[in-house]
Nanobody, 118 residues
Framework: QVQLIESGGGSVQAGGSLRLSCAASERAFRTFRMGWFRQAPGKEREFVAHIWSSGITLYADSVKDRFTISRDNAENTVYLQMNSLKPEDTAVYYC????????????WGQGTQVTVSS
């Protein structure tokens, strides 16, 4: 069982920045694909970004060039640096772990709220 604890959410004005963190309980973290997703009120959960154990990343078009996903394997932590935030980025953000890379995300965090005001 992998536990994921997100932190770093909050409220910010448009154009501001936030950094989300997600700490994993499992030392095998370095082998996991880690992802960030978000869900806005009344909308389905959507993909934001992921990072493979190799460091290769992928971003949704809506956040490309504004968000950066990174990982610190020594700290079992994945980060999401969010810059130039927009009101449409308002959502609950979730991190997720894919422990059999490519097999799907089996573990999810509890979510952290990000609110961007105009």
């Amino acid at each position: 069982q992998v536990q994921l604890i997100e932190s770093g959410g909050g409220s910010v004005q448009a154009g501001g920045s936030l950094r989300l963190s997600c700490a994993a309980s499992e030392r095998a973290f370095r082998t996991f694909r880690m992802g960030w997703f978000r869900q806005a009120p009344g909308k389905e959960r959507e993909f934001v970004a992921h990072i493979w154990s190799s460091g290769i990343t992928l971003y949704a078009d809506s956040v490309k060039d504004r968000f950066t996903i990174s990982r610190d394997n020594a700290e079992n932590t994945v980060y999401l640096q969010m810059n130039s935030l927009k009101p449409e980025d308002t959502a609950v953000y979730y991190c997720a772990a894919d422990t059999s890379p490519g097999g799907g995300y089996e573990y999810w965090g509890q979510g952290t709220q990000v609110t961007v005001s105009s």
